[in-house]
């Protein structure tokens, strides 16, 4: 296979917002096979590599032998559709709750990813905020 595939199946996937445990649904398989296709590291066959074009409605020969991230790229996204920042995450965000807490959240590069690992932060900080006022 060309060095475009696991460029182009990087690229098309954080187009989509996809993460690679997403995609991997997609295929039936898991993330780490998506993340051996686009590192390189693995090939898939052709009902994979068939699978991967349809979801990103792409040819094959496309997404193996051209560099889509040039003929697909688009323009750069505008400040609106930045990430949350503090600010715009309301006053829970802001408020320090004492409760150590380990949380692990997956993130994979892509708005999506950040904006519900963000999301769920948040709810959890909630919770804990709600829990510290009815212990008071």
Same mark, same amino acid.
């Given at each position: 296979?060309?060095? &475009? ?25 898991? &993330?780490?096979? +998506?993340?051996? &296709?686009?590192?390189?590291? =693995?090939?898939?066959?052709? %009902? ?6 349809? +979801?990103? !409605?792409? =040819? +094959? ?33 802001? $408020? ?11 993130? %994979? !590069? ?9 999301? $769920? ?7 804990? +905020?709600?829990?510290?006022?009815? =212990?008071?």
């Amino acid at each position: 296979m060309t060095m &475009y595939f696991a460029k182009n199946l990087r690229f098309l996937r954080r187009r989509a917002e996809l993460s690679q445990s997403e995609l991997g649904d997609k295929l039936v398989t898991d &993330y780490n096979t +998506v993340s051996r &296709y686009e590192n390189g590291k =693995s090939t898939p066959k052709l %009902d994979a590599l068939t699978k991967l074009a349809q +979801v990103f !409605g792409v =040819s +094959v020969e496309a997404l193996r032998n051209q560099d889509l991230t040039q003929l697909l790229a688009a323009p750069a996204q505008p400040e609106t559709n930045a990430p949350p920042t503090p600010r715009h995450l309301g006053e829970a965000a802001i $408020r320090a709750v004492k409760h150590p807490l380990f949380v692990s959240v997956e993130l %994979d !590069g892509t708005a999506a990813s950040l904006a519900r690992a963000v999301a $769920r932060l948040t709810a959890i900080n909630n919770v804990l +905020v709600e829990t510290d006022e009815y =212990s008071q």
